[in-house]
């Protein structure tokens, strides 16, 4: 393995100590399964907050990452012990890499753990170094909108820096919640789908119209083990979800409602739980955000 990612969650953090340990063992065993299906090699390894993902190439291993359910972002780090000189060292050399003359540059330093420095110390030591080391680049400090972020996180004996933080769905993994069927017939019934994923559920979505190729070509980036029927006849999708929902013991249905609509849906639907994730989105923001989530399965 050559280089190292920085996985980072963040409500997984936030779960009772017997719910957190289960939610990161299905984090940890839904990147493994991603990794596997991708025919890419990977060693994980943990600490309260962060996974670290040992990799032969980030370039090919950061986009698997992206799609996982419970990752909030991803960095492509170096590490070095958690002395402030080494730190230092290495922010130079990164500096120098990366920094064009007259650009700026901001350090983000962060600390978990008892060290003998303050993260605003370390900070402050690590710019003057990048200062000092770059007097023929005309280089400044600029801490609201930097060219070049150098993001130092401390933890324990190791430190992680890194330039880049790619950013990923968030929420809790797949698989840690009930199982879903869901209308995708556009892209407010995509979005639906994609914000039960992200809730931990496991989707089972029916397609119909503009929604099957959002389904076939987007969500089953998220979860390529997604069960799609369809494309349907859209007069018949709520009669076939309500099937499938007694048939395969669902935990209810995903719909693309309006607020008028819920009334004949939970009428129709009976005893099966009726969710509308976008009932109160509008149109725009519902293009706006399906935007987002087009451009993480990239």
Known sequence: MGETLLVRYGELALKSP???????????????????????????????????????????AVPVLRRIFGVVSVSPVEVVPSDVEGIATEAVRLSREHLTKGGSFAVRARRNG????????LAARVGEAVLAANPDREIRVDLGHPDLEIHVEV???????????????????????????????GPRGALGAYLMM???????????????????VVLQCFDPRLMLEGPLDPGSTWERLRQKAREEHLDGVALPLKVEEFAS????????????????LPEEEVLGRWSVVEELAR
């Open 114 to 121: 008892t060290h003998p420095f303050t993260s605003q110390a």
């Open 18 to 60: 017997p719910v957190r340990r289960q939610f990161e063992t299905q984090l940890k065993r839904n990147i493994l399964e991603a990794f596997q299906r991708a025919g890419l090699s990977c060693t994980l390894s943990a600490d309260r907050g962060h996974l670290y993902v040992e990799v032969a190439e980030a370039r090919a």
């Open 155 to 185: 933890r324990a004996n190791r430190t992680y820096l890194s330039l880049t933080r790619y950013p990923a769905p968030g929420g809790l993994p797949l698989g840690v919640a009930g199982r879903v069927g869901a209308l995708v017939d």
């Open 265 to 280: 849906a939970r009428e129709f639907f009976g005893e099966v739980v009726v969710f509308s994730p976008t009932v109160g």
């Open 198 to 216: 992200k809730r931990g559920c496991r989707v089972l979505p029916v397609t119909a119209g503009p929604g099957d190729p959002l389904a076939r």
